[in-house]
Nanobody, 114 residues
Framework: QVQLVESGGGLVQVGGSLRLSCTASRSTFTMGWYRQAPRNKRELVASISSGGSTNYADSAKGRFTISRDNDKNTVTLQMNSLKPEDTAVYYC???????????WGKGTLVTVSS
């Protein structure tokens, strides 16, 4: 299991930007961000492997950018042009290796308001 600490959530206006960061207690194979909006199930927002391969939800493409620093065991999600539909609790996610169990942060709330 990997311990994950998230930061960067908060309240932002429609069209604004927010940056989420997550620090892992050890090196990881993949890291990413999921979100769970009210009355919805948890969904993938973006993920990135240790080699730099990225995966984005269709709703995030063109607006969000995920990156990582393997030396610091951190992953960052830059979110631009935020919409009310982006409002959710965002959870950092990681795997130590491809067949490892999932590790989750406690979540950070992002609220996009007009």
């Amino acid at each position: 299991q990997v311990q994950l600490v998230e930061s960067g959530g908060g309240l932002v206006q429609v069209g604004g930007s927010l940056r989420l960061s997550c620090t892992a207690s050890r090196s990881t194979f993949t890291m990413g961000w999921y979100r769970q909006a009210p009355r919805n199930k948890r969904e993938l927002v973006a993920s990135i492997s240790s080699g730099g391969s990225t995966n984005y939800a269709d709703s995030a493409k063109g607006r969000f950018t995920i990156s990582r620093d393997n030396d610091k065991n951190t992953v960052t999600l830059q979110m631009n042009s935020l919409k009310p539909e982006d409002t959710a609790v965002y959870y950092c996610h990681a795997k130590r290796w491809y067949n490892d169990m999932d590790s989750w942060g406690k979540g950070t709330l992002v609220t996009v308001s007009s």
